[in-house]
């Protein structure tokens, strides 16, 4: 049911990644830092065009402060950077530690979260909306970056955010790296750093993201996140001055940051989900905040996680050259929103270009999404030796080590080669059988994969091909023998 499947978003990505709780788990978040290296790295370099910036009060930075105007008027502007980065030869760049596919070279700069009537950037400027209702009752502008370059370091993705090296998540099993050094961002965190070191204390940052990972209706290899940062007045920490370590933990101006985090977004969820939406907090762990929560709130009958959040990490704020301050910081998946409040079932809806599900939405409205037609799957099975023991969870910890080198087999290789033979068609995959040879060792596994179009029937003939061209590709690619 339509139920049953919103209520799977509760497991899906978008906000804080799972991952970056235990390290041994198996997805990826980010964390955000300055330009290395004065902005080059090999095959581009950074932030060489003019970035898209205002605050939420409605003027560019750049320019003088008008007359304050609403964060819909400064959004609802034609996008001038819509496409900037829809340049593929960016990321299929001839490096023996890229594993871009075309699939998602086609993808970066499409840009959803900057169209006005798209679900996506509905979400986006309602919550951009939010925050600078704020700035009256605060004093707080939170200026907007919301068309930063995809392609950042791994500095900012994960050193800056305290991701240590041997995380899983930086593993190119679950990265889509440009170089060894450079890789499509994996959270909208990665400019975190970036923008603190600009001497910035209060922003929101929403973009495009990417990470390698399963199949099915939550989950899709590009999503939309949003960060938002605050740095507390200098005045308001004076008593923390000096203060580390567990004495700041168990500090009165720890409880402030605190307190003022968890007011801030009980007020978006408010604003969201309506005045009488219940909430709850629960403790969390994130390298890059301490201490850590999760914010649940009560729709549909039951509790959902929407965000993770925190107070910022001493050794962030350090390495973003900005000890002198406390903050907050917060991430969140405008996809999961969206597909809560709009009642969305399929994730890949969101990247159709249909006009019955486009003409559905208009700018500035909610409302819940028609199914315009059910078409019928195509189900194809296949199956194949891997090499070694096939390890589902198991990862390879830098860029420069193939996720299928050695022989071992990496379940995300093989997602990511459904979805570059058979793109959008793919509806789900599942595991439906394995086993391990008593004698010979190797590994057996049989996966059902799901072909549905959103938008016609599909013909068993032209399924055919795909699989056909998959299984071929399989043993080409993986390394696999099929059986």
Known sequence: SMQQVVQRIISSKGRWPQTVRNKSTSSILGRASAISKGGRCESHQFHTRPRRCYNLRGFSTNSTPP?????????????PTAGKYADASRYLVPHPSNNVTPHIASLVGRDLHLRRSHPIGIIRAKIQDYFAS???????????????????????????????????GRAPSDTYYVTDSTLLRTHTSAHQSQHLRSGIDAFLCSGDVYRRDEID???????????????????????????????????????????????????L???????????????????????????????????????????????????????????????????RLAMI????????????????FHSQFEEGKIVEFLPYSKYPPVFKDIAFWTSKEAECGSKSNGANESSGDNGRFVENDFFDLVRSVAGDLVEKIELIDSF???????????????????????????????QFK????CGVSLGCELR
């Open 67 to 79: 007359m304050r105007s609403s964060v819909i008027a400064a959004t609802a502007l034609q996008n």
């Open 134 to 168: 704020l700035s009256h009752a605060t004093d707080t502008d939170y200026r907007v970056f919301d068309a930063e370059d995809p392609i950042v370091t791994s500095q900012q993705c994960f050193d800056d955010l305290l991701i240590p090296a041997d995380h899983p």
């Open 217 to 267: 209706a939550t989950h899709y290899p590009a999503f939309h996140q949003m960060e938002g940062v605050k740095l507390m007045d200098s005045g308001s920490m004076d008593g923390a001055s000096g203060v580390s370590g567990e004495e700041w933990l168990n500090s009165a101006e720890c409880r402030i940051v605190e307190s003022d985090l968890k007011a801030t977004l009980e007020g």
């Open 269 to 335: 969820m408010d604003h969201l989900f309506g005045p009488t939406t219940q909430k709850r907090w629960n403790e969390d762990f994130f390298p890059f905040t301490q201490p850590s929560f999760e914010l649940e709130i009560y729709h549909n009958d039951e509790w959902m996680e929407v965000l993770g959040c925190g107070v910022i990490h001493e050794q962030v704020l350090d390495l973003s050259k900005r000890s002198d301050r406390r903050g907050w910081a917060f991430g969140l998946g405008l996809e």
């Open 341 to 356: 409040l709009f009642k969305i079932p399929d994730i890949r809806l969101f990247w159709t270009d249909d006009v019955r």
């Open 436 to 466: 391990t040879h008593p004698k010979t060792g190797r590994s057996s596994r049989c996966y059902r994969v799901s072909y549905r179009s959103m938008d016609r029937s599909l013909t068993n003939e032209e399924i055919d091909e795909l």
């Open 470 to 473: 998959l299984r071929d590709e």
